[in-house]
């Protein structure tokens, strides 16, 4: 394997709405084998930022460029911020995890279809949960269960937008061992977004910090160690 090999080019980024930039001239790279963590005060272009490395969006000025030959859109997992599951959703977890796989002509699932959300399950540990209904599981079961769904087509990078936003002590440590497992392990690049302090600090190898004033900076852990920085 070789190590630190680019995966996402990000040259000259420049976004923003209206007559407001959040951030100018924005150059990293991220690289397989990374756990980048974006922080930065509520409105600062966090979530934005995900979108424009999905090509969700087209930036104000800049490029992003996914370094090949097999990295693209379809490599990269998504966990958006928020879902709305309604009370009478009835989806078991398993059944949950396997909607990514009917993109194809055949209605059902195959064995191996089965096989990759066993697979997907066993990382986020909830293979004893797998017939739980979806709505009815804890905030900690739902995160791990949309990770799982992220990771049914085994991709290189996973993007989450404040996974361990409102979980109990547990359940954040449960998220975070997990994403460290798929980044140490497995080799995916984790990017994500976090006001979590303890998230940050053990498991970044890369930082951006988002100041929602054009400015930004890109670091490592010191950058978290400075007093000022507001999560
Ligand atoms: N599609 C959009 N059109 C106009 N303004 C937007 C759009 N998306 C986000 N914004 C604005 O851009 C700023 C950054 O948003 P966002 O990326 O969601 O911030 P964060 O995730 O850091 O809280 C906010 O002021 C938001 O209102
Ligand atoms: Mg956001």
Redo the contacts with the bound molecule.
């Keep these: 394997m070789t190590k630190n090999k680019t995966l996402i080019e990000i040259t000259n980024l420049t976004m ?3 007559q ?1 930039l ?1 951030f100018k001239n924005l150059n990293m790279t991220i690289d397989k084998g990374d756990f980048l963590s ?1 922080i ?12 424009l490395l999905m090509k969700k ?1 087209t930036p104000k000025g800049g490029k992003v460029t996914y370094i090949g030959p097999n990295f693209g859109p379809k490599q990269i997992g998504f966990v958006p ?1 928020t879902r709305n599951i309604a009370e009478d959703y009835p989806l078991n977890i398993f059944s949950f995890v396997g909607l990514r796989l009917y993109d194809n002509l055949i209605p059902w699932l195959t064995r191996k279809d089965k096989e990759k959300i066993q697979a997907a399950l066993k990382k986020v540990r909830l293979t004893e949960k797998s017939d739980n209904l979806l709505y009815s599981s804890s905030g900690g079961e739902k995160q791990r269960a949309y990770i799982a769904q992220a990771l049914i087509t085994r991709p290189k990078m996973i993007i989450l ?2 996974p361990t936003n409102g979980l109990d002590e547990r359940s954040k440590n449960e998220v975070v061992e997990i994403l460290k497992n798929l980044q140490v392990k497995d080799h995916v690049a984790v990017v994500l ?1 976090s006001h979590d302090p303890d998230v940050i600090r053990k498991n970044s190898t890369k930082i951006l910090q ?1 100041n ?1 004033d054009a400015t930004f900076a890109v670091g490592d852990q010191t950058l978290v160690e400075k007093n000022n920085v507001e999560f």
């Design positions: 923003g709405f209206d407001r959040l974006i930065g005060p509520n409105g600062t272009g966090k979530s934005t930022f995900l979108h969006l911020q937008d404040e977004v988002l929602g």
